[in-house]
């Protein structure tokens, strides 16, 4: 009977036995460490496929580079919550945790780095968007779960400061790892910070003096180093081996996704007039009349008709995968800048004809075609009369992420840039995208706040520095 | 040598004769109400593992002491209890027990228990009803059966899951909300482990591989008994709070003949409900014909127009010929007549100390799509064994080998059959489409560039599995005396699944061809003890208990997939080109658990039991992984003190209070990372991971009564329930911008009543003639009470095009929201100034998935060996989002998409002015606009959604058993034939598709929508069963 009842009160005991429960509940499958080495790669890889997706759908819309020719509600203004740089949040964690870490470990360029990608990711967020959470984003771990929206001009304040701080942080003799976009040298990512600034003062230029921080970035090249030229363009290269393609190239995108968008008049017809051999690198005939016709944009759905009777992208561009890259910022536009901020007399240096010359040069450079020997001195030629300089920046601003419709919001031009017979909207061309519609659900009161600030939350309120 | 042994035998039965003086011999005769002989009844010595059966003519010799109890039982009879005094001769009459009387029922852990004490509700199905019409999946049986609990299909093709909720929904983690199934004691395995992404995912869509308990062989099964609410299930830990279906398999008996069964059902299948095609219009837009468009919003099918058609013989060739323009698209064209083939042997039988059963059955199904099919093997034995007078030992093993070589994907994209069939053109002849290689194994014959042919899918795109799974346990159980005894028993629950999935070169979405493996594996190994103690104190008998179980869970997966194929038509990983994405992970679980109970009876007419556990689980927080839930329930038998009539026969009250604790998932509280896309590169969760939760409760209570009226020939129950659940653990969504998704913390407050009514009459009780009739309702209405501070609503799921399942502070469990139409004041449609429907952009509450209450009726007639069985499901209310129904409208294919083709469509409702007043809508917008343009038709959830009500007749059966002459004439002990049929008719509103269909999103089962999900089918046949 003792025996008995030892047995029992045995079996009592293993059963109340906890001890190995932390053994058992610990996650062997994943680690609990990423030092930056390994998150970088996979911010860069994030952000080039957003650029991409960006460029290849919204961004040619948008700047009417081409149009859908089935399923065009973003073509007529038909739009609704919109969530696609929104992502761009989960991305920045990484970048936040990859600061955290340089900052502790001391490492200078790691977090100059973050600071860099931390600035050009929110400057794409609030260009959409307008207001949007910044002080307070990305701090889940620290108990904020429904950050509040700051104002487009504070933001723009604090990324600039950034790209200062980073710019002196940068330490050019050494590297850091798990770069896949410069490899490790330091000296390009300074380049591409100052560049960055460049153009991030020349989108507030129209509500603000920068004429004192233009002059100081483009004058001391030693001090601030820009882009010298197409070898230090900010562009993620694909390699075109699995996983590492762009979302839009073959083995990863389907070739309907990438003809859905049939490029535009304005683009074809631009390109057919001067004569333009970057027509033959972007775009193939049609399949009907093997002729370069291009797509109205903003037409009515029931009036396009079939797609093939219209021009192309060209197939090298799918099919070849390491043809796409994803394009950040380019020689070639800090060049546009330059000469913009020239004739406006913000800055005092070279000519505008100069930058303008330089700048487009570097785009046939850029796309690998052979510009034409007149091409500077009959068919376009710097005249700041006239919208050429804004045209030939549209045509290199081509697959660059949305920047073109950024500059059209400040600028107006290209002039072309209208709301077509079938848009909606009020025949207004949007100025910014909706809120995503769960932020009414997480986070309504903040939600709330910044949408009172710009006056609704619709697509024709213009953020801060779009005063045009 | 054979007279040796009989005198060896003699002197030592005497020996003990003389060893146990006060131990007599017991024998005597057993028959029923008629006289008949009862071979097989189970004679036991009260509280002792002394055992005996009956044999062929009734007769039982049993040794027992004066003073001591026999027992007889026998099922589908009332048990007996006789004294041992000084007779040594007792005969027994056993009275029949008709299905509704069944005394006996199997509860928790296994324990027999007389129905009368039990003060918690549960209903049983017993192998006769359960076995009438056979099923590929055996969750679907159950549906309609019992009240209060809900099954539905979804419609995925063989392989298809069913989901099961008991009593509504308590859960904000919408798998789980199911109720655990425990087979002889064991609990098992129910998960859908899903592959691939969400219903639109297109890239990746998923399969149904099935549910867990699919794969138990109902013709294995004696009963089902399905426990309800929490106290019924306190003692079965976290899993059963919502309830346990209780399965107990047949054992051997002692019988006349062999022993040998053999039942055999052929079934024949072919879809239930077809899409509603039009036949008006064909290929093309603007009444103008177009090969290539996606639509069917051309000219009028007259056979005016000859033309060269997409699809047709020659076709990408550019050889077509023309054909004339005439309505060709037939679905019963590619949807074949499936075939299901069951077969069943078994053999049982029973000595004095032993029984044992061994069962093979063999199921082989050929689906409505040709090239598919599931195959399971399935081998059962089952033993018990008496050591000794104190000592019992049962064990069984169940070995499951299924196979299919291939299962479809599910949901809309290039992969999907239905998509490929919903963007097709009316003129076109689908057998042209049979020739699917343009170039074998390397390039289709697809109509569309973003499309797959459907016979290339159905017999290249393959989907496959292999899968073994053994279920076994071995029990013992030891008396120390007649109060003592002690239970020990491990189970095991093991699987092994392995799947492989293939597309060719040049398909739609892999364009370079695709193969992968995966692997599931999954094991639970139950532990557990119970010591009780059984005594009479004068009128009150006691029983005390105590137990304890270790519950040890393990899944492994793994996962590989290559998007690029070197050789054409190998399909293997050497021939992978392409750097592959692999992945494994493992989890393990554990719990240890104590509980005990007590149940005291009061002269036979009033019970109560008193039950407590606590679990200890490895997956909450160190200071917070102990959880402890309690139940009471109390059962009086009014009938038995007072007399209330003649009428009434029988009348049970009773009433019971429970808790039950709940955990959550492994690895929930360390924060880890996951892996980025490129090789080497890491990113954040999504997850922020708490340190601080709690465990999740649930508290429910309930009252009911039993009564059998009229001589017996009226049964009734009834049922009120509610229950609280609270401390949900869920990963609630926060803003994005918080650089995360979601976040894990205890939250909400969910409650749950309603009512379960059963009724069972009677009318014809003759001699030869009997029919009954049987009723089951059910409604029950749940809100949610709180999620947390702050947060008014909480995304349970996101379905398709925008569509989530949301439980909203105010709002029911199960409500859909979405996008719908913007409205005047007074409830009319908004149209814009081109004449299209605006788009409200406040999302809305669309309805609910959950029926607003459901019945299932059947009727059960019997006259000499003829017998008809038919049962009818009926739910009334909810709501389904049917995405066949958008895209339908848009590719112009569903005779929804007709109105307006020729003179365009004014809509009914009305314009906004600018003065903001409203005026009725007069402008004329094309049928181009109206159904293809409508950018958001597919996001207008609203415009999408039906009311779900359907009947179906589920299960229909028309049996001859021959009579006992004729049988044995044959040499048989049983024959009996049967015209079956389930799922045969569907009456309901909804167009075009079978209101159970549900999506699935990876694992998940999506009720509420529906996203290109195959026909359901309607299936009959015949069946033989044979007894030798």
Not at chain 1, 397 to 417: C, M, N, Q
Not at chain 2, 798 to 809: D, F, H, L, S
Request: net charge neutral.
């Amino acid at each position: 009977m003792k025996k008995f009842i030892i047995y029992i009160l045995t079996i009592f005991a293993i059963s109340a036995c906890t001890n190995q429960f932390d053994e058992i509940n610990t996650n062997k499958n994943q680690p609990t460490n990423a030092g930056p080495k390994f998150l970088l790669p996979t911010v860069i890889f994030n952000l080039a496929n957003n650029s991409v997706y960006a460029a290849f759908d919204f961004g040619e819309i948008i700047s009417q580079y081409g149009g859908d020719y089935e399923y065009n509600a973003s073509d007529i203004y038909n739009w609704g919550p919109d969530s696609r740089f929104w992502d761009l949040y989960e991305n920045l964690q990484d970048v936040k945790d990859i600061e955290k870490q340089a900052i502790a470990k001391g490492d200078q360029n790691y977090q100059a780095v973050a600071l860099v990608l931390e600035s050009y990711m929110t400057s794409i967020l609030t260009d959409s968007y307008g207001p949007v959470p910044f002080t307070e984003a990305n701090q889940s771990e620290d108990g904020i779960y429904a950050p509040k929206y700051d104002s487009q001009e504070s933001i723009y304040n604090n990324i600039l400061d950034n790209l200062t701080q980073a710019n002196s942080l940068f330490d050019t003799n050494s590297s850091i790892e798990g770069d896949i976009l410069f490899q490790g040298d330091m000296l390009k990512w300074k380049k591409f910070c100052n560049s960055l600034h460049v153009r991030l003062l020349m989108r507030i230029s129209n509500k603000e003096d920068v004429s004192l921080r233009l002059s100081e970035i483009v004058s001391n090249s030693s001090l601030y180093p820009l882009f010298e030229s197409n070898n230090d363009n900010a562009t993620y290269k694909y390699s075109g081996i699995f996983p590492d393609l762009s979302p839009r190239s073959n083995g990863n995108g389907r070739e309907y996704e990438y003809h859905i968008v049939v490029p535009s008049t304005h683009l074809v017809n631009l390109l057919v007039d001067n004569n333009d051999p970057r027509l033959n690198e972007w775009i193939d005939p049609s399949a009907a009349s093997n002729s370069y016709i291009g797509l109205q944009p903003g037409l009515p759905l029931d009036q396009i008709g079939e797609p093939a009777n219209y021009a192309r992208r060209a197939d090298s561009y799918f099919n070849n995968a390491s043809k796409i890259s994803a394009i950040f910022m380019t020689y070639s536009e800090l060049n546009f800048l330059l000469a913009e901020a020239k004739e406006r007399n913000i800055i005092n240096l070279s000519t505008a004809q100069n930058f303008y010359n330089t700048a487009v040069q570097a785009s046939f450079e850029q796309w690998g075609v052979n510009m034409p020997s007149d091409y500077l001195t009959t068919t376009a030629p710097y005249n700041n009369a006239n919208d050429v300089l804004y045209e030939q920046k549209w045509l290199a601003l081509y697959h660059t992420g949305v920047e073109a419709w950024f500059d059209w919001k400040r600028t107006g031009k290209p002039s072309f840039i209208e709301p077509g017979p079938g848009a909606q909207n009020n025949g207004l061309v949007p100025r910014r995208l909706n809120y995503p519609s769960i932020e009414q659900s997480v986070n309504n009161a903040n939600y709330q706040q910044a949408v009172q600030s710009i006056g609704g939350d619709n697509i024709n309120a213009k953020v801060w520095w779009d005063n045009f | 040598m054979k007279k040796q042994k009989n005198l060896l035998i003699l002197f030592f039965s005497l020996l003990f004769h003389f060893l146990n003086a006060q131990e007599i011999e017991v024998k005597g005769k057993i028959t029923d109400q008629n006289g008949q002989p009862l071979p097989g009844v189970s004679v036991v010595v009260k509280n002792t593992a002394n055992g005996v059966q009956s044999d062929f003519d009734g007769n039982y010799v049993i040794k027992a002491e004066k003073g001591q109890t026999l027992n007889f039982s026998y099922m589908g009879y009332n048990p007996k209890d006789v004294l041992v005094a000084a007779q040594s001769n007792i005969n027994v009459t056993l009275e029949e027990a008709t299905q509704s009387l069944k005394e006996v029922v199997v509860t928790a852990l296994g324990i027999t228990r007389d129905k009368r004490a039990l003060g918690y509700s549960t209903q049983e199905i017993n192998s006769k009803d359960l076995n009438k019409v056979n099923s590929t999946n055996f969750v679907s049986n159950l549906s309609g059966k019992i009240a209060g609990v809900q099954v539905t299909g979804s419609g995925n093709g063989l392989t298809s899951s069913s989901r099961i909720v008991i009593r509504g929904e308590s859960s904000l983690n919408i798998n789980n909300n199911g109720p655990l199934f425990v087979v002889d004691g064991i609990p098992i395995n129910n998960s859908v482990y899903g592959v691939g992404g969400g219903p639109t995912n297109q890239a990746d869509l998923p399969t149904d591989y099935g549910n867990g308990a699919a794969e138990i062989n109902q013709e294995d099964i004696e009963s089902v008994n399905v426990l309800k609410g929490a106290a019924a299930s306190a003692l079965y830990g976290s899993r059963a709070a919502n309830g346990v279906i209780l399965i107990t398999t047949k054992s051997g008996k002692k019988q006349k003949g062999l022993g040998v069964s053999f039942s055999s059902s052929t079934m024949f299948s072919s879809p239930l409900k077809l899409w509603d095609v039009q036949n008006k219009y064909g290929a093309g837009s603007h009444l103008t014909y177009s090969p290539g468009a996606d639509t069917n919003l051309g000219p009028r099918l007259d056979g005016t127009t000859t033309v060269v058609q997409n699809g047709s013989p020659g076709y990408y060739l550019g050889q077509a010929e023309p054909l004339p323009l005439i309505f060709r698209y037939n679905l019963k064209d590619f949807f074949q007549t499936g075939k299901t083939l069951q077969n069943t042997l078994s053999v049982n039988g029973a000595t004095d100390k032993s029984t044992y059963r061994l069962s093979y059955t063999n199921s082989n199904s050929n689906g409505i799509v040709p090239n598919t099919n599931l195959i399971r093997n399935d081998v059962s034995l089952k033993a018990s064994y008496e050591i000794n007078s104190k000592w019992k030992i049962n064990s069984s093993v169940n070995y499951i080998l299924s196979n299919s070589d291939n299962a479809l994907v599910t949901g809309y994209g290039s992969q999907g059959i239905m998509y490929n069939l919903i963007w097709n053109h009316t003129n076109v002849d689908l057998n042209w489409l049979r020739d699917y290689w343009i170039t074998k194994d390397v390039e289709q014959n697809s109509m569309f560039s973003w499309g797959d042919n459907i016979f290339k899918i159905a017999n290249e795109n393959i989907n496959a599995f292999r899968k073994k799974r053994v279920l076994g346990n071995i029990s013992s159980v030891y008396n120390f005396n007649e109060n003592l005894s002690l239970l020990t028993r491990i189970g095991i629950d093991n699987s092994g699944d392995f799947r492989w999935s293939r597309r060719p070169l040049g398909s739609s979405r892999y364009p370079k061809g695709m193969y992968r493996e995966q692997n599931i594996d999954f094991s639970e190994i139950n532990t557990d003890f119970l010591l009780s103690y059984d005594k009479t104190f004068g009128d009150f008998t006691t029983k005390f208990s105590v137990g304890g179980n270790r519950m040890d869970q393990f899944t492994s997966k793994s996962f590989i997939e290559g998007d690029g194929l070197s050789i054409p038509g190998i399909y293997n990983l050497q021939n992978i080109n392409v750097t592959p994405s692999m992945s494994r992970n493992d989890y393990k679980k554990r719990i240890n658990s104590l509980y005990s109970f007590a149940n005291i009876g009061y002269k036979n007419y009033l019970f109560v039991d008193v039950t407590a556990r606590n679990d200890w689980s490895s997956t909450l927080p160190k200071g917070n992984n102990s959880y402890f839930y309690p139940s009471v329930s109390l059962s009086f038998i009014p009938t038995s003190v007072f007399n209330l009539g003649d009428e009434v026969d029988y009348l049970k009250l009773r009433l019971n209070a429970a808790s039950v604790g709940n955990d959550t998932d492994p690895y929930r509280l360390e924060k880890t990372y996951n892996n980025g896309t490129l090789p080497g590169s890491l990113t954040n969760p999504k997850v922020i991971l708490n340190n601080n939760l709690k465990p999740e409760i649930l508290t429910s209570y309930e009252a009911g009564l039993e009564a059998f009226l009229f001589k017996k020939r009226v049964s009734f129950e009834a049922t009120y329930f509610i229950s609280n659940s609270k401390n949900q653990i869920i990963g609630l969504n926060i803003s994005e911008a918080s650089g995360m998704e979601y976040h894990y913390i205890n939250a909400g407050k969910i409650k749950n009543q309603g009512v379960e009514l059963s009724l069972g009459i009677i009318p014809v009780k003759k001699k030869e003639m009997e029919w009954s009739v049987n009723a089951n309702f059910s409604k029950n209405n749940s809100k949610v009470i709180e999620l947390t501070p702050g947060i008014d609503n909480y995304v349970i799921a996101k379905g398709p095009n925008g569509g989530t399942i949301e439980a909203r502070v105010g709002g029911r469990m199960g409500d859909i929201y979405g996008l719908g139409y913007l409205r005047s004041p007074d409830g009319q449609i908004v149209y814009d100034n081109s004449g299209s429907p605006i788009v409200d952009t406040n999302v809305k509450r669309i309805g609910n998935y959950n029926p607003d209450w459901m019945l299932g009726l059947s009727s059960n007639f019997s006259y000499k060996g003829f017998n008809l069985f038919a049962q009818f499901d009926v739910r009334h209310g909810g709501k389904i989002y049917s995405m066949t129904n958008a895209i339908g409208m848009e590719s112009g294919l569903l005779a929804v998409s007709l109105p307006g083709r020729e003179t365009g469509i004014v809509g009914p409702g009305v314009v906004k002015n600018a003065d903001g007043t409203y005026s009725p809508n007069t402008t004329v917008i094309s049928a181009e606009n109206w159904y293809y343009g409508n950018a958001y038709r597919r996001n207008n959830i609203e415009a999408n959604s039906f009311d779900a009500s359907y009947v179906k007749l589920r299960q229909l059966s028309i049996g001859y058993t021959f009579s006992k002459k004729i049988a044995s004439s044959l040499k048989v002990q049983n024959l009996s034939i049967a015209l079956v049929g389930n799922n045969l008719a569907l009456w309901t509103k909804v167009p075009n598709i079978d209101p159970e269909s549900q999506a699935l999103n990876g694992g998940t089962l999506l009720p509420g929508f529906e996203v290109m999900q195959l026909p359901s089918t309607k299936n009959y046949g015949f069946k033989i069963n044979v007894n030798l």
